[in-house]
């Protein structure tokens, strides 16, 4: 039976008390600061790239980075000193990363198929790799090579034949760039490597500089400004297309009594550190985990290096307290979480219940962090509740599908009447014409003993 509280208090929120009003607030996400602001200031940047292009690249360098001469591409020369300084235990573990990710998304290549759908009519549904791919990798304070992996591994297995990679550029220097992104991109074949960050890089990828070529697909989270500035460019016919929509990150933990309080404190506090605008959410059928839980949290968040940045996040919380497991999960799906961790003595029968997780992390002994790195799944998701109906970055959002479809004589003879009729029901003579004279030539061919075309 699960524990009831009479009132809200001290954060909780008790689902079955509250208005549907009340419940509809309770999962809101946070409102993304100025955003009118901000997508100002993002145009500029962009336009200031598409007129200025390098020179505008080195000035915004200057101005957000305070560097006065970024080289923009990284040497090769400079990427080997670099790679020279990396701890052997850390290469071992990027390694491990990319084997797992390798094999998880090689299962994942596509096929061709090919359908008779009618005598002498063949249609065929083709996959090409994407021409040229942008991957963000973000940079700052806590520069990110799981996400060169989650990114580099599909564009290496796709085999794009242009992958370009841009990271903020480090200090004191532009090209002092973290020796772990190096060696993933090593790793994943990718040797055009720009050091450079922010809406600049994402306006550069979609719009082209002196020194970068335009790409076709940008992929890869960053802070809102790149946020934006994916989401303009997209809308751009002259820009480029990108992998998906996002927010800022985001975690809800589903967990009953069973559960290990200090784990799931560890877990939410895993993705409060991403962020001050990323959000964290329990939501649980026992009170008295609930209670545990925030305990664990203020315990272990006094620990941690990145605490401030915990602690705002934290400020977008929510625990929330259902009558039972089935409410809970009703809840889950309703807020539709980046990530879904499960700790229950319930977890199998739980799972096939999600409908809107962009992915679920099952058990205890399953924290979210293993998909950030080494599981091979990929860390890449919709956020801000895209994952109702946007999917997880896979292999597939390397290639494009195309159709090819070949009518023999026959297969026109088979389904041309249809088509005409088809095409007369919608008032579009034209297209009834280019079938109906195929149609013709036949019947006179036929009548001739004479069959061009082919059967």
Known sequence: MATTMATTSAGVFNWPQLSSEQ???ALTRPELADSAGLSEQVRTIIASVKQQGDQALRAYS???????????????????????TLLPERKAAIELAYDNIRKFHAAQLPRDIEVETSSGVV?????????????YIPGGSAPLPSTVLMLGVPAQLAACPRPVLVTPPGKPAADDIAPEILYAAELCGITEIYTIGGAQAIAALA?????????????????????????????DVKGAMIDMPAGPSEVLVLADNSANPAF????????????????????????ELITMV???????????????????????????????????????????????????????????????????????????????YASGTNHVLPTYGYSKTVSSLSLTDFYRRYTVQKLSATGMRNIGPAIVTLAEAESLTAHANAVRLRLATLNGSTANNNSPGGE
Do not use: M
């Not at 305070?66 to 080289?71: A, E, I, K, M, V």
């Not at 790409?215 to 303009?232: L, S």
């Not at 799931?264 to 009170?287: F, I, K, M, T, Y």
């Open 123 to 135: 249609c065929q549904l083709k996959s090409q790799a994407i021409s040229a791919v942008g991957l």
């Open 264 to 287: 799931v404190a560890a877990d939410l506090l895993s993705q409060a550190e991403h962020g001050p605008d990323s959000q964290v959410v329990l939501v649980s059928d026992s009170a």
């Open 207 to 235: 719009y082209g500089t002196e020194s970068i070529a335009k790409v076709d697909k940008i992929f890869g989270p960053g802070n809102r400004y790149v946020t934006e500035a994916k989401q303009q460019v997209s809308q």
């Open 294 to 372: 925030q305990a664990e949290v203020a315990k272990q968040l006094a620990e941690l290096p990145r605490k401030a940045i915990a602690e705002a996040a934290l400020s977008y919380s929510r625990y929330i307290l259902t009558a039972d497991l089935k409410q809970a999960v009703e809840v889950t799906n309703a807020y539709a979480p980046e990530h879904l961790i499960v700790q229950t003595a319930v977890d199998d029968e739980l799972v096939e219940q999600f409908t809107s997780a962009a992915s679920i992390f099952v058990g205890q002994w399953t924290p979210e962090s293993a998909g950030d």
């Open 23 to 25: 419940q509809q607030a």
């Open 62 to 84: 200057q101005q957000f980075d305070g560097l006065t001469d970024n080289p923009l591409r990284l040497s090769d020369s400079k990427k080997r000193s670099v790679l020279a």
